[in-house]
DNA sequence: AAGCACCGCAACCGCATCATT
DNA sequence: GAATGATGCGGTTGCGGTGCT
């Protein structure tokens, strides 16, 4: 059996104050992350270490960027949350200044409703019947994705709320009487601002350019912020083919 | 103005994963 | 390979703010 993180009987629980969040930023700034089992006493917090790390992470972080999230930030959010999942910290990790919480409540209270909206199954990325029609007309329209089309400003068709087929359900394109959705030629990009490598996602294959190179990494997670073995997982959405 | 409902965010909790011995 | 400790992650909760009646 596991010791508990930190004895919880010696320490403060709920919300910071600014003496404590005074301390944690000193002692970081002087002796950096880590150690975060032994930094509340160094530091002369009555917080448990875990708790520290949270706030330092999610929020006395010099470097986190506050405020709303742009429409490209949104779109990436999506993107990369049909790629990987509920996999906040990978997703959190190519927003520069965002954190995995942050973005994690970003969808919970704004980006799921607004797929939602528009028909998409946020669990999925899976259209459902109404909005496929919706989706192939406003496609024939016009070239925008649908999520730029729809997220954008004006006349967006979040503003006319969507029927969806089957509660909770996921709705197959075929038991919707959809017609077969096309052979996926999607082409979605992911590139690291300190890297000019790429993975290209193109036919359903995830080609990884570092593979040619066979480095031969003990880390489980790649420069990319995740796995190949994650990525491989990835299975393409209909979110995705929204982008295509 | 008061009560209520809803929403967003910060924080907590439990489990998973990694590193070390 | 097993055991143990430290850290990281994702789901969930609870509180405070805001808008509506």
């Given at each position: 059996?596991?010791?508990?993180?930190?004895?919880?009987?010696?320490?403060?629980?709920?919300?910071?104050?600014?003496?404590?969040?005074?301390k944690?930023?000193?002692?970081?700034?002087?002796?950096?992350?880590?150690?975060?089992?032994?930094?509340p006493?160094?530091a002369g917090l009555?917080r448990?270490?875990?708790?520290?790390?949270?706030?330092?992470?999610?929020?006395?972080?010099?470097?986190?960027?506050?405020?709303?999230?742009?429409?490209?930030?949104?779109?990436?959010?999506?993107?990369?949350?049909?790629?990987?999942?509920?996999?906040?910290?990978?997703?959190?990790?190519?927003?520069?200044?965002?954190?995995?919480?942050?973005?994690?409540?970003?969808?919970?209270?704004?980006?799921?409703?607004?797929?939602?909206?528009?028909?998409?199954?946020?669990?999925?990325?899976?259209?459902?019947?109404?909005?496929?029609?919706?989706?192939?007309?406003?496609?024939?329209?016009?070239?925008?994705?649908?999520?730029?089309?729809?997220?954008?400003?004006?006349?967006?068709?979040?503003?006319?709320?969507?029927?969806?087929?089957?509660?909770?359900?996921?709705?197959?394109?075929?038991?919707?009487?959809?017609?077969?959705?096309?052979?996926?030629?999607?082409?979605?990009?992911?590139?690291?601002?300190?890297?000019?490598?790429?993975?290209?996602?193109?036919?359903?294959?995830?080609?990884?350019?570092?593979?040619?190179?066979?480095?031969?990494?003990?880390?489980?997670?790649?420069?990319?912020?995740?796995?190949?073995?994650?990525?491989?997982?990835?299975?393409?959405?209909?979110?995705?083919?929204?982008?295509?």
């Amino acid at each position: 059996m596991r010791k508990p993180c930190c004895d919880k009987q010696d320490t403060n629980k709920g919300a910071w104050s600014k003496q404590e969040d005074q301390k944690l930023i000193d002692y970081v700034r002087k002796h950096g992350e880590g150690c975060w089992r032994t930094l509340p006493q160094a530091a002369g917090l009555l917080r448990c270490g875990k708790s520290c790390r949270l706030r330092w992470i999610n929020y006395l972080r010099p470097d986190l960027k506050r405020g709303n999230f742009g429409e490209d930030e949104e779109d990436l959010i999506i993107k990369l949350h049909a790629l990987l999942g509920n996999r906040w910290s990978l997703i959190a990790g190519r927003l520069p200044g965002r954190t995995d919480n942050e973005v994690k409540n970003y969808w919970n209270s704004h980006l799921r409703r607004k797929l939602m909206n528009m028909g998409v199954d946020p669990n999925n990325h899976r259209l459902t019947l109404q909005t496929s029609r919706f989706h192939n007309q406003e496609h024939n329209n016009n070239n925008l994705p649908i999520h730029k089309a729809a997220l954008g400003s004006g006349g967006t068709p979040a503003n006319q709320p969507v029927k969806i087929c089957n509660d909770q359900q996921q709705v197959s394109d075929e038991s919707c009487g959809c017609e077969q959705l096309p052979d996926l030629n999607l082409d979605l990009t992911i590139t690291t601002p300190s890297s000019t490598s790429t993975y290209s996602i193109h036919n359903n294959n995830i080609i990884d350019p570092s593979s040619i190179h066979n480095n031969k990494t003990n880390n489980k997670h790649t420069q990319f912020g995740f796995s190949r073995d994650q990525a491989e997982s990835i299975a393409p959405s209909s979110t995705l083919l929204l982008f295509h």
